[in-house]
């Protein structure tokens, strides 16, 4: 049974991590925000992204790797964060989830980074560009900004390691049995050139503090913000990530 289970876990990770929800093809987007939609062909897949645009001028892009449910939609409480700083944001969806659609591995995750990085450098030089991973997303954002360059990187509610936090969730089990997907954003962070900002909440209960704490441990660049009695989905509630993030977009 302690096999059988342990087997179970590693053929089927990618539906313990991920809770995607998706839309028809022709589902229409009906967003207050100016915005638009865009098609992105990744590496086994076909991806969906929106870009949210400013009032203004943009000042820059920030390329947003949302966390693991749902789909756009979920996360559009963090939109006005960075369109009122001036900023456009470009938030893809992962296959699975909206529009986007193909096969949900590490590759077309790195993939689609890398492609959504390219289209943002034909509009906006490098030191224009933010890189923001969310929850899950932080292991795709940290990863594309060990390989390219960027003004910030971001990370909210981040992980250490899969096998990290999986040892929360299947403690019984060794690392290897939960490798499917590593995504191993300390590894990551230690080729990262740009400033790295790190914001998690004490009380979160799905991705525990002392990932973050950790993180900071193995690379003592990283500022990292401690947001008191923060939970994983309402650190944007707290005054001090609203400062935090808009020093950072300065």
């Known amino acids: 049974m302690y096999v059988a289970i342990g087997v179970a876990i590693y053929f089927f990770s990618d539906r313990i991590l991920f809770r995607p929800q998706a839309f028809d093809p022709d589902y229409r987007f009906q967003f207050k925000q100016r915005h638009s939609e865009h098609w992105l062909y990744s590496v086994g897949a076909k991806i ?3 870009k949210f645009y400013p009032k203004d001028s943009s000042k ?5 790797f949302h966390g693991n449910r749902k789909n756009v939609l979920h996360y559009l409480d963090r939109v006005k964060l960075f369109t009122d700083a001036g900023y456009e944001l470009w938030m ?19 993939s689609l980074a890398e ?5 943002a450098l034909a509009q906006q030089p490098a030191e224009r560009l933010v890189i923001y991973g969310r929850s899950i997303g932080s292991g795709v954002a940290a990863y594309l900004a060990a390989r390219r360059s960027c003004k910030a ?3 909210e ?11 929360r969730y299947f403690p019984i089990y060794p690392a290897v049995v939960l490798q499917k997907f590593s995504l191993p954003v300390h590894e990551y962070l230690e080729t990262v050139q740009a400033p790295i900002t790190v914001l998690h909440g004490t009380d979160d209960g799905v991705v525990p503090f002392n990932q973050s704490r950790k993180l900071k441990s193995a690379h003592p660049k990283i500022n990292l913000v401690r947001i008191e009695g923060g939970s994983h989905n309402d650190l944007d509630s707290y005054p001090l990530f609203q400062q935090t993030l808009q ?3 300065q």
Do not use: W
Not at 60 to 64: A, D, N
């Open 157 to 167: 509610t981040p992980y250490y390691s899969m096998a990290s936090l999986g040892r």
């Open 247 to 249: 020093q950072v977009l």
């Open 153 to 155: 990187v971001v990370l």
């Open 92 to 110: 893809p969806d992962y296959p699975r989830f909206g529009k986007s659609t193909g096969t949900l591995n590490e590759e077309t995750l790195y």
């Open 48 to 50: 969906n992204y929106i």
């Open 115 to 119: 492609g959504l990085y390219r289209q």
């Open 60 to 64: 820059g892009i920030v390329l947003y």
